[in-house]
């Protein structure tokens, strides 16, 4: 009985093991808007800690938005800043649904889910802390049917 114990001690250890090997993420946070929804002025800022300046990371936009979003995209302006203040901007466009109206990504309960590929296999010259800023640029006041914003920044495969 005790052989047995043991080995199925071992068999979860080594399954925890390997599912946190498995996990590539470095960073993966999300702003959650309330009710009034993503204001023009709000801009989501998520600080990424990076240590290993020798690998390639890839860098993603998670959104969730409800079906009755107006708009097929979401335009973003975004701001890369790095621990010694170099500044990278950019504007970008989520498409989240085709011509026809059918919303890409996962349904989830009420809301459709995307993970959008931002920058890919970038290398991050120097170690510390760097600032990410998300602001929405679609010229309305309140995008009500945005419900989160997140970044993730994960090991390139």
């Given at each position: 009985m005790?052989?047995?114990?043991?080995?199925?001690?071992?068999?979860?250890?080594?399954?925890?093991?390997l599912f946190i090997s498995c996990n590539n993420s470095v960073f993966d946070n999300s702003y959650k808007f309330n009710n009034a929804g993503w204001n023009k002025d709000s801009i989501a800022i998520f600080l990424v800690n990076i240590e290993n300046t020798n690998e390639g990371y890839d860098i993603f936009i998670k959104l969730k938005n409800t079906d009755s979003y107006q708009y097929s995209n979401l335009f973003l302006f975004t701001k890369i800043i790095s621990p010694?203040?170099?500044?990278?901007?950019d504007t970008i466009e989520c498409v989240i649904a085709d011509n026809n109206g059918k919303w890409y990504g996962n349904k989830q309960s009420e809301l459709y889910y995307n993970k959008l590929?931002?920058?890919?296999?970038?290398?991050?010259?120097i170690k510390g802390v760097y600032t990410f800023e998300i602001e929405q640029a679609m010229r309305l006041n309140n995008l009500l049917e945005i419900k989160e914003i997140g970044l993730s920044?994960?090991?390139?495969k």
């Open positions: 005790a052989t047995t114990r043991k080995k199925i001690i071992f068999l979860f250890t080594l399954a925890f093991i010694k203040g170099k500044i990278i901007t590929n931002f920058r890919k296999n970038i290398a991050f010259p920044v994960e090991n390139t």
